[in-house]
């Protein structure tokens, strides 16, 4: 036995084709199976992607900015901003900071208490936001000093909004690769159940290509093929009907949030059509290890 | 061609095969004979490697069978054609399909003349495009023996061709199998027709062996 032997799964043998029956239902069953969970594939591709997209999305947006809260009776406020300010301006890694305006302390506001809150009169701390440059700066010592000039100020550099909403992300899209890990093994032993279903129904057909002379490989082949391509093009189907169903959910939409940017963007769109290809080459080794099985138990 | 030395085979239940030594040569004629279920069957299998002895030797065109790999045993067997009692086939191909199937597998193109030639000559030009399990006990026979035949072997071993068969057509058969013993094959036939035996004997030099409590007799005259 040759089993080292590599057969090119798609080459043209229209002989070896022939010496399986064509039809019977593990025929239907490993189309179905294929376009089942290619479509299933698909999707916890597109939440995959998805989850990619908003961990970058969260982490480019908090990633290299900071924020000083400063908390300080109202007659040492502007003295505390002021040196707070001058610090910054000497400190490696900071690239610019400023304080916020009224208007904008309001704005961030407005969606918890209204467009009309009097911010002069309640005693909101100040906010100075950082932005770092390439090389980053030193947190620790910036909190050290910061306690030095000014007492009420407090360092936020967003990690622990950040972490845990990245961690959230990751973890997205592990489940989605974990998915199509378990969909793609799940395709692998239903058609390796189909292919063991079709070599039992033709064992009568592989003692007559034994007794004639036919080596294992030859008749390995005529299956393989034949499950190769059904669960390729049940993959295609199955491909371009989970593409379909994303591309009918509704667009991005900031109210949506996440749910509504579960889609493919650009070349994105092309990541589905591989799993066709995929589907293929777990058909072919699903086949060609059953086959090889069976036949070692025949004379 | 075929050789036992001292083989021997068991199926589990106690030896059916014991101590058979037996060559078969080039160009020779055997028929091997015996009760039903004495090993006749067992012992074209050990011949055509379908079955290894449990003891002793068999080699089949100077090679162990027990060094052969499988694919050894596939090319083995297309220097062997076998013709069965219960002639199997692929009974979603017509009959020409199936009888050209020993050359297909072995990636080689039928010339098309040759096998309507080869159906003409076991009597079968008509049934070319036939499906198999519309053909009768006779015309499977000869199908198969047209199968066993197509790739020129060096021997062939047929398990009781004519077991299905009414004389006439059994004499047509036996007819075949000596005009391809007269082209220098080898043939081994199993069967417990002893009137058949002794109609081969009057065309051709039989040697006919018998197997009697799981041994391999050369029988007399007693047939």
Do not use: H
């Given at each position: 036995m040759t089993r080292g032997s590599f057969d090119n799964p798609l080459k043209a043998d229209l002989h070896a084709d022939r010496v399986v029956p064509p039809t019977g239902f593990t025929a239907r069953l490993t189309v179905f199976t294929s376009l089942a969970m290619t479509f299933l594939a698909v999707f916890?591709?597109?939440?995959?992607?998805?989850?990619?997209?908003?961990?970058?999305?969260?982490?480019?947006?908090?990633?290299?900015?900071?924020?000083?809260?400063?908390?300080?009776?109202?007659?040492?406020?502007?003295?505390q901003v002021a040196a707070v300010l001058a610090l910054l301006t000497v400190t490696p890694g900071i690239a610019s900071a400023r304080a916020l305006e009224d208007q904008e302390q309001r704005d961030l506001l407005a969606p918890w208490f209204g467009p009309d809150l009097p911010v002069d009169a309640l005693p909101l701390p100040r906010l100075i936001e950082i932005k770092e440059d390439s090389a980053g700066y030193d947190a620790e010592g910036l909190r050290q000093r910061l306690t030095a000039e000014a007492p009420g100020a407090v360092l936020d550099d967003h990690t622990r909004w950040r972490r845990p909403l990245a961690v959230a992300a990751s973890r997205l899209r592990l489940l989605g690769v974990t998915s199509i890990?378990?969909?793609?093994?799940?395709?692998?032993?239903?058609?390796?159940?189909?292919?063991?279903?079709?070599?039992?129904?033709?064992?009568?057909?592989i003692r007559v290509l034994?007794?004639?002379?036919?080596?294992?490989?030859?008749?390995?082949?005529?299956?393989?093929?034949?499950?190769?391509?059904?669960?390729?093009?049940?993959?295609?189907?199955?491909?371009?009907?989970?593409?379909?169903?994303?591309a009918l959910l509704p667009g991005v939409d900031e109210a949506g949030g996440f749910l509504t940017g579960l889609g493919?963007?650009?070349?994105?769109?092309?990541?589905?059509?591989?799993?066709?290809?995929?589907?293929?080459?777990?058909?072919?080794?699903?086949?060609r290890f059953a086959a090889f099985r069976t036949l070692k138990g025949l004379p | 061609m075929i050789a036992l030395e001292n083989a021997a085979y068991n199926y589990g239940g106690g030896e059916l095969l014991s101590d058979i030594s037996l060559r078969l040569a080039p160009g020779s004629f055997h028929f091997l004979t015996g009760p039903s279920g004495a090993g006749k069957t067992t012992f074209l299998k050990l011949c055509y490697a379908d079955l290894?002895?449990?003891?002793?030797?068999?080699?089949?065109?100077?090679r162990d069978v027990r060094t052969l790999t499988r694919d050894d045993v596939a090319l083995t067997r297309r220097r062997i054609g076998v013709v069965h009692q219960d002639c199997q086939f692929l009974d979603h191909l017509p009959l020409a399909a199936n009888v050209m199937l020993p050359l297909t597998v072995a990636g080689k193109m039928g010339d098309a003349q040759d096998v309507s030639d080869l159906?003409?000559?076991?009597?079968?030009?008509?049934?070319?495009?036939a499906r198999p399990p519309s053909l009768s006990g006779g015309e499977r026979q000869r199908a198969a023996l047209a199968r066993a035949i197509i790739t020129g072997p060096d021997v062939i071993l047929a398990d009781e061709p004519t077991g299905n068969l009414d004389w006439e057509m059994s004499l047509r058969l036996l007819t075949l199998l000596v005009e391809l013993n007269r082209m220098g094959k080898t043939i081994l036939i199993a069967t417990h027709d002893l009137n058949l035996i002794r109609q081969a004997k009057a065309q051709v030099a039989a040697r006919v062996l018998r197997?009697?409590?799981?041994?391999?007799q050369l029988a007399g005259a007693d047939l």
């Open positions: 916890a591709l597109a939440l995959s992607m998805a989850a990619g997209r908003l961990a970058e999305r969260w982490s480019d947006s908090l990633q290299g900015t900071a924020t000083i809260r400063i908390s300080a009776p109202q007659d040492q406020i502007d003295t890990i378990l969909i793609t093994c799940a395709m692998g032993a239903m058609i390796t159940l189909a292919a063991n279903a079709a070599l039992a129904a033709n064992l009568q057909v034994r007794l004639v002379g036919a080596k294992d490989t030859y008749i390995v082949r005529a299956f393989v093929r034949r499950f190769t391509l059904r669960a390729f093009s049940g993959a295609i189907a199955g491909a371009l009907l989970g593409m379909g169903g994303v493919f963007q650009g070349l994105g769109w092309l990541f589905p059509l591989l799993l066709p290809v995929l589907a293929g080459i777990v058909a072919f080794a699903a086949t | 290894q002895p449990t003891s002793g030797r068999v080699t089949i065109f100077d159906l003409g000559w076991v009597g079968l030009s008509q049934l070319a495009d197997i009697r409590n799981r041994r391999i």
